[in-house]
Structures are given as structure tokens and as C-alpha cells.
């Protein structure tokens, strides 16, 4: 699916937002701002469930697509091995990645979301990229002017270095 195609459906189309927390509601303003349409949230948060938020009704993950069985999903959680997770499970659904579900964060990196988020763990002096090798290049392409002495590694798995 052509770039265009997908970001026209983005914004015409019935969205679920999966993940009510700040950054899900970052990226639902700006949908929104844009003339999106947010269906609802889904969030595993059992507290979130039954509410709502930014006048957008939570739901966990069934009942959202129970209400919304042709609705896009849009994955907004700030953690990008999360956000992997879901992505599988929406698979055993029949969603398919980039076509019915989209990852905000790697949304941002292609220009089609503001920079709001980096799918990146930082400390120091070191960068652990995780996810996709496209991903993993093009920040270490745009790292490429800004670093000094920053050791970049990738993994291919959630190596659990998050807080390290």
C-alpha cells in the first residue's frame, strides 16, 4: 500500500486507539486535529475500562472490536517492544501490520505522525535500537549528526534493557 493511500485511510476511516495512557491521547488529539475519526480506545487497564477519556469511551480490546469490527487499529503505547506484542496479537485476529493496524511510533519515524515519542532506550552513552532493521536505520541515520562517543546497538528481541 502506497504511503499516501495508507495516510488518506488514517484519517477516513473509523480508528480504534489501542492504549489510553498519555501517549495514546497525544496521538489521538492529533488524529483528531486532522479530521480523524477515534472510535474508541482499547486499553488492558482494567480502571480505564468503562470510561472515558478525551471524551472517547475506553473498552478493552474485545468489546472495542466488537463495536468496531471494520475500524483501523492505531497502536499507541510508548514502548516499542509493546507495541510488537500487540501487534501479534492483533494478527491472530486476522489485522494485518500496515494495512488494518499501524504502530504509531513507527508512524512518527516515517513523517506521518509529529515526533511526539523515540521507540529508543537512551542512557549515557548507549542507544539499544529494537524492532524492524528499516527502523533501527533510520534513526542511526539521523543519529549520525548528533552523536558523540554514543556506542548504537540493535537487538532483535526485547533484550529487557529498558530501565538499564
Given at each position: ?103 504509531a511510533l513507527e508512524m512518527e519515524i516515517k513523517g506521518v505522525f509529529p515526533l511526539m515519542k523515540a521507540p529508543f532506550c537512551l542512557n549515557d552513552r548507549k542507544i539499544i535500537l529494537l524492532g524492524p ?32
Open positions: 500500500m502506497a504511503d499516501s493511500e495508507r495516510n488518506r485511510r488514517l484519517y477516513t476511516q473509523d480508528l480504534i486507539i489501542w492504549c489510553a495512557g498519555q501517549y495514546g491521547q497525544g496521538v489521538s488529539v492529533y488524529i483528531k486535529n486532522n479530521g480523524g475519526n477515534i472510535s474508541c480506545f482499547c486499553d488492558s487497564e482494567k480502571e480505564k475500562q468503562g470510561k472515558c477519556i478525551l471524551d472517547i469511551p475506553v473498552y478493552c480490546f474485545d468489546e472495542a472490536y466488537e463495536r468496531n469490527p471494520h475500524a483501523l487499529v492505531v497502536v499507541a503505547n510508548s514502548n516499542y517492544a509493546e507495541c510488537i506484542r500487540i501487534g501479534n496479537k492483533l494478527e491472530t485476529y486476522g489485522f494485518i501490520k500496515d494495512k488494518s493496524y499501524f504502530i532493521q528499516y527502523l533501527c536505520e533510520c534513526f542511526i541515520g539521523w543519529a549520525e549528526e548528533y552523536r558523540e562517543n554514543i556506542l548504537i546497538c540493535k537487538s532483535d528481541q526485547d533484550i529487557g534493557v529498558w530501565k538499564q
